[in-house]
């Protein structure tokens, strides 16, 4: 009886190791099916997106600096403050242009005098020609009536050119003066121009963004001592790989997500894609602006991404992109037919984000292809469907 | 007629069966130790196979990409795309650096290839999981040996990536899991470098005179925003039309681009034979050694098995048993015991080789030619065996 056992045990042995031994060989190696999973081809639409990596920036980025070399006397603003239009930001150091105003003054004080003194004598010398005008008409008649001798009426005439010429020559003397007087003037107002020029004023409303020269630096012509931007016009410049862009156009509506907001999505729109490309980079470029600006007014620089939507496509037979493969210089899919599978190239249209590609050409909707599969298939492939592929060693 | 041998096997069978276990086991390691090899091997070629290239096109004189670094213009695509005979052409960088996942980290190789259409060279030809990479930028597929799954954010360096699909087998010649991410990305992961360095390259530009003058505003600006760029790749990948011979174009592209070219058969040559023939050859020597040691441990086994029934075969030489008979009965138990132990050894292989952390590949063939070895040894072992059964004096059964 124990005899009996024992065989049993050793024949149950010999056949478990045995049948775990053909399961081993048939379930490793090459004999083995490939895990995969299976996709259905549906007849729907796609709306292909466009994704992009932009910075923000400004419309308007005034860099405001002097027109000529020259010393930075005071900055009024700093980075972060908002200016009106015109306000003066910064002013530049005057260097002798104060003490050459003081001058111009002084000179137009003195010519003042002058003219003054001059308008005086002109007086002076009308009143006296007048009054030798009148002694020579007077001396003339009574030269004719034989009062007076002709030595008398002659030095009478001879007085009165004199007094003639002494006033033509004062008058001339006063205007000299006043044209002296409005040349100063002039040179003061000159002065007072460039002293104004000095002033370095914000050209529209904005915020400063960079401060970059503190009192006391020189400058040379042109170079920014702030720089203002125009916060009202705000956009995004973004870059979508040319490959990957057909259908950009202005106008889109864009989903924007700032780096620094964890997701927080605004919306946008495309301003305009811009005519040149970026050779290098091999990137379209677009602007795409915000549709109301954020409160929080974005940092100048920040990494944008740019999702555009394009309209909805019209139907066609779809399947997700895993299910494309390269077999035998061709691109198409396994479709499944009673648990086996066959190559069939396919011709493919556009793709979505989601990675569901459209089939032109090769499919039907209902077909069930393979979308996933833990190694490359040939045509000599035994497949397994499973649902999914975790957890499925092989 | 009686099996002498399937007596004595019933006889002695926990001692049978647990010198089978112990012997497969050994086995076991032995088949283990080859499909480590031949994993290796693998490692290799699946490495080649899922580039999905047929020419490498890489810097002058150097052994690019996989075996050293190379570095060439991200435009060169466009002249190799001209050349004769090329269907598909793509730029692609590789990198191994560690690959961070929240506080841990995996060794990877990153791959930056052109977040294109599927099927185009040097992307993943086939997804256990997800999809491919869609958006040109920040978007990550894993091989699902990284430990990786769908939806984790990875950082590779500067940045962050959502994984969006899972591969498997795609690992380096090294076994390390490959994660694929955008080209773009992927050039700057290689080339630029961490905030602190570049902040301090920044620093040391501006303190350098000639490159930060008062005269020429705007100068600080131009050099370092030409430090941040970066144009270069680390091959391209180029897929012939069909029937063109690679060597053709390979020598076209080698004489007027001044580059270096290599077809399948010559990176096959450059990985097996330079990048991995240390380490191959070290597994490979481990692996005879184990073999020779197998060997004799099963001969010896067997021999003894035999030697501790030397009074039993006294006794059957006694009672007049033929000497082929005895001689089948130690060869029949000898390869009884060699079945076993191969199968268990196979059995133990095949359930413990996905364990390991680097792939081990049993083929069928080296199976094979394991089971030949396993017999060819019990058949030579039981021969020394056997001659000491024969050479026993029936006398010795009654003596003492």
């Known amino acids: 009886m124990k005899r009996l056992w024992k065989t049993i045990f050793l024949l149950l042995g010999v056949f478990s190791l045995t049948g775990l031994f053909l399961y081993v060989m048939m379930r490793s190696g090459p004999l083995a099916p490939v895990p995969v999973t299976a996709a259905e081809v549906e007849k729907r639409s796609i709306a292909p997106a466009l994704y992009g990596i932009g910075v923000v920036e400004s419309g308007a980025v005034f860099r405001i600096g002097p027109t000529s070399p020259g010393r930075v006397k005071d900055v009024f603003v700093q980075v972060g403050d908002l200016v009106e239009a015109g306000q003066k930001i910064g002013v530049m150091d005057p260097v002798d242009l104060d003490q050459r105003t003081a001058a111009q003054r002084a000179s137009i004080s003195r010519l003042e005098a002058v003219v003054r003194a001059a308008g005086a004598r002109t007086s002076e010398t009308a009143a006296k020609k007048k009054y030798a005008e009148a002694q020579s008409k007077r001396y003339d008649n009574l030269l004719k009536s034989g009062a007076v001798s002709v030595d008398s009426a002659e030095a009478k005439r001879q007085e009165r050119q004199v007094t003639a010429s002494a006033w033509a020559s004062s008058n001339a003397d006063l205007q000299a003066a006043r044209a002296e007087l409005e040349r100063v003037r002039a040179d003061l107002d000159a002065l007072l121009s460039q002293k104004k020029n000095l002033d370095l004023v914000a050209p529209a409303p904005g915020l400063v963004s960079s401060r970059a020269a503190e009192p006391g630096t020189t400058v040379v012509a042109g170079q920014a001592v702030a720089e203002v931007i125009d916060i009202r016009d705000l956009r995004i410049s973004v870059r979508f790989d040319q490959a990957m862009a057909s259908g950009l156009r202005a106008g889109l509506p864009a989903e924007i997500v700032l780096r620094s907001r964890n997701g927080q999505v605004f919306s946008g729109t495309i301003l305009r894609v811009e005519p040149i490309a970026d050779p290098v980079t091999e990137e379209l470029l677009a602007k ?81 292809v393979v979308a996933y599969s833990v190694k490359a298939l040939t045509s000599k492939s035994r497949v397994k469907i499973y649902d999914t592929l975790e957890g499925i060693r092989q | 007629m009686i099996s002498l041998a399937g007596r004595d096997i019933l006889h002695g069978w926990g001692k049978f069966t647990l010198t089978g276990l112990g012997l497969g086991l050994l086995i076991g ?41 190379s570095s060439i213009y991200d435009d060169t695509w466009r002249s190799v795309a001209g050349m004769p005979g090329v269907e598909a052409v793509s730029s692609v960088t590789y990198l191994t650096t560690q690959v961070r996942r929240g506080d841990e980290d995996v060794r990877a190789m990153v791959v930056g290839v052109d977040p294109g259409i599927p099927g185009s060279p040097g992307q993943p030809g086939y997804l256990a999981a997800g999809r491919h990479i869609t958006r040109s930028h920040y978007e990550a597929v894993a091989d699902a040996a990284s430990g990786f799954r769908l939806g984790d954010e990875i950082r590779v360096r500067r940045n962050t990536y959502t994984v969006v699909g899972i591969t498997r087998r795609m690992v380096s010649s090294g076994g390390d899991p490959m994660v694929f991410i955008p080209l773009k990305d992927a050039q700057e992961a290689q080339f630029l470098k961490d905030n602190d360095s570049i902040l301090q390259q920044r620093r040391r530009t501006e303190a350098n005179p000639s490159l930060n003058r008062p005269g020429i505003p705007g100068l600080l600006e131009s050099v370092i925003a030409s430090q941040g760029a970066n144009q270069f790749v680390n091959a391209v990948l180029v897929r012939l039309l069909p029937g063109t011979d690679p060597e053709s174009t390979a020598a076209h592209i080698r004489r007027w681009m001044r580059l270096e070219v290599y077809t ?17 050859r070290q597994i490979g020597m481990f692996l005879v050694i184990l073999a020779i040691v197998s060997a004799a441990i099963v001969a010896f086994i067997i021999y003894t098995l035999t030697l501790g029934k030397i009074r039993e075969i006294a006794v059957l030489k006694l009672i007049g048993t033929k000497n082929r008979t005895i001689v089948s009965m130690i060869l029949q138990q000898a390869v009884g015991l060699g079945v076993l132990g191969f199968m268990t050894g196979k059995i133990a292989a095949t359930f413990w080789a996905p364990f390991f952390p680097k792939f081990v ?40």
């Open chain 2, 361 to 400: 590949l049993l083929q069928a063939r080296d199976a094979v030619t394991g089971f030949v070895a396993v017999m060819v040894m019990c058949v030579l072992a039981s021969i020394l065996a056997i001659r000491a059964a024969l050479k026993v004096d029936p006398a010795d059964a009654i003596g003492g």
């Open chain 1, 288 to 368: 795409a602006v915000f549709d109301a600006i954020p409160e929080v007014v974005p940092p100048l620089g920040e990494l944008a991404e740019v999702t555009v939507t394009l309209p909805g496509l019209p139907d066609l037979p779809v399947v997700p992109d895993a299910a494309l493969k390269r077999w035998n210089g061709s691109l198409g899919v396994w479709v499944i037919e009673n648990g086996s599978i066959a190559f069939r190239p396919v011709k493919t249209g556009r793709r979505d984000l989601e990675g569901r590609v459209q089939i032109r050409e090769g499919l039907k909707p209902g077909e069930r």
């Open chain 2, 29 to 69: 390691v032995t088949l283990t130790m080859g499909g480590v090899y031949r994993g290796m091997v693998d490692d290799a070629m699946v490495l080649l196979d899922n580039s999905g290239a047929d020419l490498w096109v890489v810097q002058q004189e150097t052994l690019g990409p996989y075996a050293e670094s």
């Open chain 2, 264 to 280: 399948r058969e010559q990176m096959e040559e450059i990985l097996l034979g330079k990048l991995i023939a240390t380490s191959s």
